[in-house]
């Protein structure tokens, strides 16, 4: 059960939209799409998931393509303590399994 | 709101002897999971409860077990500490719901030195 593929790092300037990509190309159409970010050491924290459809919360957007295989999460306005690691997980059952995540700076 | 508390957040042990890290889920969710983080790891899946039943397990250590009581807190119990399992635990509970998949949330972790 392959995880997702997301970048190392990415860096984004303060008050500026931040657009993590996430490749699931071996998603299954019961499985749907988290993310989730830690902020140094402290514990995972939910930002938003879906299924097919794109989604839209308080924290963030997701954007997934029409044929699943990959998404967007896109934060508005990335603030500097929007700098953390953000997980793209692949869920299908109870269970989450984290990969490496794209480590996201903020820049003032 | 109320949180996943989780206790100590900060534990001490001396190579070969034992701890227990507990876990207490944001009322009314009946679904307990425990994770391993080693420093610059990843959080590893180790088990999972789920009403009082374990549901999943990961790659949890035949040192190690874990339980969750009638009032759904959970505990980890970690016999024969080495220098490799100094790590965070972090606990998350969540509310299963039949049919569609409900979000995890995480407690602020149990951060665990065997010296």
Known sequence: DAKTTQPTSMDCAEGRAANLPCNHSTI?????????????????????????????????????????????????????????????????TEKLVFGKGTKLTVNP | AAGVI?????????????????????????????????????PQFLISFYEKMQSDKGSIPDRFSAQQFSDYHSELNMSSLELGDSALYFCASSLRNRGRKTEAFFGQGTRLTVV
Do not use: F
């Not at chain 1, 830690?38 to 963030?60: C, D, F």
């Not at chain 2, 989780?6 to 307990?32: F, G, M, N, W």
């Open chain 1, 28 to 92: 299954s159409g019961n499985e749907y799409v988290y993310w989730y970010r830690q902020i140094h050491s402290q514990g995972p924290q939910y930002i938003i998931h879906g299924l097919k459809n794109n989604e839209t919360n308080e924290m963030a957007s997701l954007i997934i393509t029409e044929d699943r295989k990959s998404s967007t999460l896109i934060l508005p306005h990335a603030t500097l303590r929007d700098t953390a690691v953000y997980y793209c997980i692949k869920r299908w």
């Open chain 2, 6 to 42: 989780q206790s100590p957040r900060h534990l001490i042990k001396e190579k070969r002897e034992t701890a227990t890290l507990k876990c207490y889920p944001i009322p009314r969710h009946d679904t307990v999971y425990w994770y391993q983080q080693g420093p610059g790891q990843d």
